[in-house]
Nanobody, 114 residues
Framework: QVQLVESGGGLVQAGGSLRLSCVAP????????MAWYRQAPGERRELVAS???????NYANSVRDRFTISNNNAKNTLYLQMSRLTPEDTAVYYC????????WGQGTQVTVSS
């Protein structure tokens, strides 16, 4: 089974930045369309950013121009660079394929204080 491991979350003030990382031992991430998702308390999980195997990216309107999804092929790591964070970005962030096909990892908590 695929094991997804997210990291990089934390507590940050509004306007700050964080970079999230995702690895999946034994899996070459760039061979899959990948995505970052988030789930805030009491809310459904939502897709915030995706990247195709060809490198095409797509973003939810709420994060466009603030978040950047990317693959580091050499490190086999998926990233989510987040900037200009707001309290509304507070959530647990998960990576998965762009269809959410794999077992979900533990996620990484992002908390943005006002």
């Amino acid at each position: 089974q695929v094991q997804l491991v997210e990291s990089g979350g934390g507590l940050v003030q509004a306007g700050g930045s964080l970079r999230l990382s995702c690895v999946a031992p034994g899996i070459i991430l760039r061979f899959n369309g990948m995505a970052w998702y988030r789930q805030a308390p009491g809310e459904r999980r939502e897709l915030v950013a995706s990247i195709t195997t060809g490198g095409k990216t797509n973003y939810a309107n709420s994060v466009r121009d603030r978040f950047t999804i990317s693959n580091n092929n050499a490190k086999n790591t998926l990233y989510l660079q987040m900037s200009r964070l707001t309290p509304e970005d507070t959530a647990v962030y998960y990576c998965n394929t762009d269809r959410g096909q794999w077992n979900w990892g533990q996620g990484t908590q992002v908390t943005v204080s006002s």
